[in-house]
């Protein structure tokens, strides 16, 4: 069952690849989707601060088990999700990382997940959807979105052994768009909870195609 799960989606490697650097303009144009006046995106930001803060008050190797736990976390979640078993999950404990195992050869998606997935802000989100509404809740999915784009930045790095096996060029094209279409969906989903991430990825596609009309008409009055 796996190995057919992993060469499915090892089909979709560089088609997604394509497509997120196809989507990366509208995705760095579409910051007028947000209501940044919204005192739930107000109260997001305020958990996300809180975080910056509370970032600089922790010991370091607080702060790189984290994300350490984050990112082997992330690696397991995404091969339970293909029907891999799970062979060990083990931390250094000198804090200098962590590692993994997993029967079978595995697919691109377990590598590359733990630089662009939210694993704790979904188990977050979903939590919310049985909350009442209240701002707090709001600035806690902040501090997780904090938590998230600071594991993210932290681990992108030459010396990362992840990204070489997926290859740099792969990397490139994928993970700036596919970043920004994570974060936008967190906030999208902030303010109006699944509906939002919907009304984003639609504003996203549309906003796509509207420059791919642009650029056809361009290239026709040049040619």
């Known amino acids: 069952m796996s190995k057919a799960i992993d060469k ?7 088609p997604m690849a394509w497509y997120m650097l196809i989507l990366l303009p509208a995705l760095i144009s579409s910051v007028n989707f947000f209501q ?16 910056v803060f509370s970032k600089t008050m922790m010991d370091a190797s607080v702060r790189t088990s984290m994300q350490v736990i984050a990112h082997e976390f ?11 078993k799970i062979k060990h999950i083990r931390l250094n404990p000198d804090d200098t990382g962590g590692e993994m195992g997993f029967i079978g050869d595995g697919n691109w998606l377990i590598v590359i997940a733990p630089y662009f997935f939210p694993l704790f802000c979904l188990i977050y989100m979903v939590i919310m959807n049985f909350l009442p509404n ?5 600035a806690v999915l902040g501090f997780f979105l904090g938590y998230h784009i600071d594991t993210v930045a932290s681990q992108i ?11 740099y060029r792969f990397c490139l094209m994928f993970l700036p768009g596919v970043n920004l279409l994570t974060i936008g969906s967190i906030i ?3 303010i109006s909870g699944i509906n939002g991430v919907l009304k984003y990825f639609h504003f996203i ?3 796509t195609g509207k420059y791919f009309n642009e650029i ?8």
């Open 157 to 167: 790095h030459p010396e990362q052994t992840d990204l070489p096996k997926v290859g």
């Open 36 to 51: 940044f006046t919204n005192l739930k995106n107000l109260a997001l930001l305020c958990g996300l601060v809180f975080f």
């Open 188 to 190: 999208a989903f902030n």
């Open 8 to 14: 499915f989606i090892n089909l979709f490697k560089w």
């Open 216 to 223: 056809k008409m361009l290239l026709s009055s040049l040619f």
């Open 134 to 138: 209240s701002l707090i809740y709001n």
């Open 205 to 207: 596609n549309e906003l």
């Open 74 to 84: 992330t690696h397991t979640f995404f091969a339970l999700l293909t029907f891999h």
